[in-house]
């Protein structure tokens, strides 16, 4: 066995990308994302901060957090729900929350009977309290659905918070003074998901600590 064949240094694939080069292209990204959340710190960390305030004192009251996204946003949304439901790192009870994304019989039938733009929107319209927050993700911030949900949230009495990237889109727009806006400072969506996932993290942190007190 060559020398070549035994490390793999020099081993290209049909697209003629070297395994070297592939290992950099790999660094790169992880450079790229470590970068964007250093900057972004310093941005993001207030509004995330009221977001866990808003969330907290919701869930202390008997209410819940909804969330919605479409695609990657959309596994986020489960994501996040599935940690306040089960748990996030340390034992404590249930949170009450909920992902729009799951009901394929619900999602199909407003499809098919209406618009896909009103997926969310109903479903918020039926469950959604004075009280509840709604937590809207969307990487571009023009998802028309997640756009309509905010709309229904506001006419439900709940508060909003939108998860966003690059300027925020059409969801901007829609913030209100009780909302709170957490715009990751980047155009690229992979970029941005990546934020969006340490920022999920960092809400689950701060209402378990608000909550049930600050563990390392």
């Known amino acids: ?100 994304t799951t009901d394929g019989s619900t999602l199909t039938s407003v499809a098919n009977d209406y618009r896909f733009e009103d997926v969310f929107a ?16 969307s990487t571009s911030g023009n998802s028309a659905n997640v756009i309509a949900a905010m709309e229904a949230a506001r006419e439900r009495g709940m508060a909003v918070v939108a998860l966003t990237g690059n300027l925020g889109g059409k969801m901007a727009a829609r913030i209100g003074s009780n909302d709170v806006h957490i715009c990751v400072p980047h155009a690229r969506t992979v970029r941005i998901q990546e934020v969006h996932l340490l920022t999920l993290h960092c809400l689950c942190d701060g209402i378990d600590a608000l909550l049930f007190g600050a563990q390392r």
């Open 1 to 100: 066995m060559s020398s070549d064949a035994s490390t793999g240094s020099s081993q290209t694939h049909p697209a003629g990308i070297a395994l070297a080069s592939l290992a950099e292209r790999v660094a790169g990204h992880f450079a790229a994302s470590a970068e964007l959340k250093r900057c972004a710190a310093a941005e993001l960390s207030a509004p995330i901060a009221k977001a866990v305030e808003l969330m907290a004192v919701a869930l202390r009251a008997g209410g819940k957090i909804m969330a919605c996204g479409n695609g990657g946003s959309a596994a986020d949304a489960q994501h996040f729900a599935a940690e306040l439901v089960n748990r996030f790192e340390t034992e404590r009870p249930p949170l009450a929350a909920l992902a729009l």
């Open 122 to 137: 109903k479903q918020l319209r039926a469950l959604g309290r004075a009280g509840d927050v709604l937590l809207a993700i």
